[in-house]
């Protein structure tokens, strides 16, 4: 089946550093998700991107879907940006999560 | 407040049991999908329903089965509960397409412990 690749598997930043989070997959895909897991559990979701770019305020997304990879850019982080950072792309109906980034942002 | 609901919270039972977990999707959506979230697996993707009908299924047991209903909400059921089940069990729902291509919003989770 299609894999999922994530990296770095763990970042520790300063607040107001910038990062650039990355999701392989092997195969085609139908659409890409991000979402962020706060420190509480709770999952929420940043970005629908099947291709091309997003930008929601500090974040930005960019999938390359011809290269299959999508990159998830955090600009001046902020604590409240610690959690775990999950993509997940959809194959013939079937969800499949990368194993995440965790962040640390530091005060 | 993504607007789906899942009860209950949290949920503590023994081996051998059987649960039911609830979701309430979000006003509108069509389609219900339901994710196990475990240390040792990760999240993974379970099973997805889109108005009433099994639409996808994804890595669950045959101990587990889930239905949707005519008022969208679905229930999933554990049944021969193993130490293995504990997990957080999320349920997310969207608008639906019959493929599932849109954003999906999540409930807060189910936090199921086996004793």
């Known amino acids: 089946g299609i894999q999922v690749e994530q990296s770095p598997p763990d970042l520790i930043l300063q607040e107001g550093a910038n990062s650039t989070l990355r999701c392989n997959f092997s195969?085609?895909?139908?659409?890409l998700q991000w979402f962020h897991q706060n420190p509480w559990g709770q999952l929420i979701n940043l970005f629908y991107i099947p291709s091309g770019t997003k930008q929601n305020g500090r974040l930005s997304a960019t999938t390359v879907a011809t290269e299959r990879y999508s990159l998830l850019y955090i600009s001046s982080s902020q604590t409240t940006d610690s959690g775990v950072y999950f993509c997940?792309?959809?194959?013939?109906?079937?969800?499949?999560f990368g194993k995440g980034t965790r962040l640390h942002i530091l005060p | 407040d993504s607007g789906v609901t899942q009860t209950p919270k949290h949920l503590i039972t023994a081996t051998g049991q059987r649960v039911t977990l609830r979701c309430s999707p979000r006003?509108?959506?069509?389609?219900v999908y339901w994710y196990q979230q475990s240390l040792d697996q990760g999240l993974q993707f379970l099973i997805h329903?889109?108005?009433?009908?099994?639409?996808a299924k994804g890595n669950i047991l045959e101990r587990f089965s889930a239905q949707q209903f005519p008022d969208l909400h679905s229930e999933l059921n554990l049944s021969s509960l193993e130490l293995g089940d504990s997990a957080l069990y999320f349920c997310a729902s969207s608008p639906g397409t019959v493929t599932g291509n849109q954003p999906q919003h999540f409930g807060d989770g189910t936090r199921l412990s086996i004793l």
């Open positions: 195969d085609s895909v139908n659409n």
């Open positions: 329903y889109y108005n009433g009908e099994e639409r």
């Open positions: 997940a792309v959809n194959r013939d109906d079937k969800i499949i």
């Open positions: 006003s509108g959506d069509l389609s």
